[in-house]
C-alpha cells in the first residue's frame, strides 16, 4: 500500500508569503503528525492530531503557524507572514493506534527566501 | 529541549564492520523508535521497543534498552555501505501526548 505522502516536495517563497504544506497519511491511520527538522538538528514535534481534532498543538512555534485536518484524513500546515527562521524540512508522520510505530513522509523543503 | 541524546555524533567504520550508537533519554517512556535518514529527507522506521522490553532484534540490528539507565543502544552487524545514512533515536514519553522526541543524530558511514 502507499506510504504517507507530502507535497509539494520542494517549496520556495518570500518573506512575508502565506504557505501550505500537504500530508496524505496512511489509509486507516487516525493519528497524524507533523514535525519540522532543521539542517544537522533532529525532527522537533509541532502538532498531533487524533481524527480531525488537534490533541497537541504544544509545538507550533507561534501563532503564524496553523494546522488542520477537517475530516480526519488529509492534514494542511499553513504558515502565515513566513520568516526566514521557518526554513526547514517539514515531516508528516502517521500511525495506527496509540503508542504504534510513527510511519514518516518524505518531507517538504520549505525555503524562505 | 531534547529528550534523547545519541553518541557519537558520527562514527565512521569499514565494510563488514559493526556499528553501536547509543541513546540516552531523560524521563520515564512508554516506547523507544530507531530510525534512519538518508540525505536529510524521509524517516525509515527501523525498530520499536517498548518500555517492558529489554530487546529486540530485526536482521541484522539489535537494539537494546535499559529504563534503569535511561538508554539505548543500536548495534548494526556485518554493516554495508547502504547502511550509510544518519540514525535517530526518539522517545514516546511517558504521561505526554503521543508525540516523538528525537535526539540529534549520530552520522554513519560505512566505508567500501
Known amino acids: 500500500g502507499a506510504g504517507v505522502s507530502q507535497t509539494p516536495s520542494n517549496k520556495v517563497t518570500e518573506k512575508g508569503k502565506y504557505v501550505e504544506l500537504r500530508c496524505d497519511p496512511i489509509?486507516?491511520?487516525?493519528?497524524l503528525y507533523w514535525y519540522r527538522q532543521s539542517l544537522g538538528q533532529g525532527p522537533e514535534f509541532l502538532i498531533y492530531?487524533?481524527?480531525?481534532?488537534?490533541?497537541?498543538d504544544s509545538g507550533l512555534p507561534n501563532d503564524r503557524f496553523f494546522a488542520v485536518r477537517p475530516e480526519g484524513s488529509v492534514s494542511t500546515l499553513k504558515i502565515q507572514r513566513t520568516e526566514r527562521g521557518d526554513s526547514a524540512v517539514y515531516l508528516c508522520?502517521?500511525?495506527?493506534?496509540?503508542?504504534?510505530?510513527?510511519?514518516f513522509g518524505p518531507g517538504t523543503r520549505l525555503t524562505v527566501l | 529541549s531534547q529528550q534523547g541524546e545519541e553518541d557519537p555524533q558520527a562514527l565512521s567504520i569499514q565494510e563488514g564492520e559493526n556499528a553501536t550508537m547509543n541513546c540516552s533519554y531523560k524521563?520515564?517512556?512508554?516506547?523507544l523508535q530507531w530510525y534512519r535518514q538518508n540525505s536529510g529527507r524521509g524517516l525509515v522506521h527501523l525498530i520499536l521497543?517498548?518500555?517492558?522490553?529489554r530487546e529486540k532484534h530485526s536482521g541484522r540490528l539489535r537494539v537494546t534498552l535499559d529504563t534503569s539507565k535511561k538508554s539505548s543502544s543500536l548495534l548494526i552487524t556485518a554493516s554495508r555501505a547502504a547502511d550509510t545514512a544518519s540514525y535517530f533515536c526518539?522517545?514516546?514519553?511517558?504521561?505526554?501526548?503521543?508525540?516523538?522526541?528525537f535526539g540529534k543524530g549520530t552520522k554513519l558511514t560505512v566505508n567500501p
Open positions: 492530531f487524533q481524527g480531525t481534532g488537534a490533541a497537541d
Open positions: 508522520a502517521s500511525s495506527f493506534i496509540r503508542e504504534d510505530t510513527q510511519y
Open positions: 489509509s486507516g491511520h487516525t493519528a
Open positions: 526518539a522517545t514516546d514519553i511517558q504521561g505526554g501526548s503521543e508525540k516523538l522526541v
Open positions: 524521563t520515564s517512556i512508554n516506547n
Open positions: 521497543i517498548r518500555s517492558n522490553e
